[in-house]
């Protein structure tokens, strides 16, 4: 597989699991904090602590209003999840492409 070959896998990828993150996120224990941490590491390990970091800390807002028990999720935190996503990785590089 070409180095582009790898990006588009990588942007559907990407888009698959940001939509995923809202219903993940309001299914998951702990604090905002903790759930937000555990789902990017779950789903851009390949990618260094501070650009993971970085995605954490963009996606808390859209998913902070999930953290209480019976949260409704929409398709609005779907789509917003998807745009701060896909916005990061174009900005970023994984460290590998596993």
């Known amino acids: 597989m070409d180095r ?3 990006r588009d896998r990588r942007r559907i990828e990407d888009r698959l ?4 993150l809202p219903d993940e996120f309001a299914q ?6 903790d ?3 555990g789902l990017v590491n779950r789903y851009w390990a390949g990618y260094a602590e501070p650009a993971k970091g970085q995605l954490a800390q963009a996606l808390l807002p859209v998913l902070e209003e999930l953290v209480e028990p019976g949260a409704p999720v929409t398709e609005h935190h779907r789509e917003k999840c998807v ?4 916005d990061w990785s174009e900005r970023m590089e994984p460290v590998s492409m596993d």
């Open 83 to 86: 745009e701060v996503v896909v």
């Open 28 to 33: 998951a224990a702990g604090g905002s904090d």
């Open 17 to 20: 699991n940001a939509r995923r």
């Open 35 to 37: 759930r937000v941490t």
């Open 4 to 6: 582009r070959d790898g």
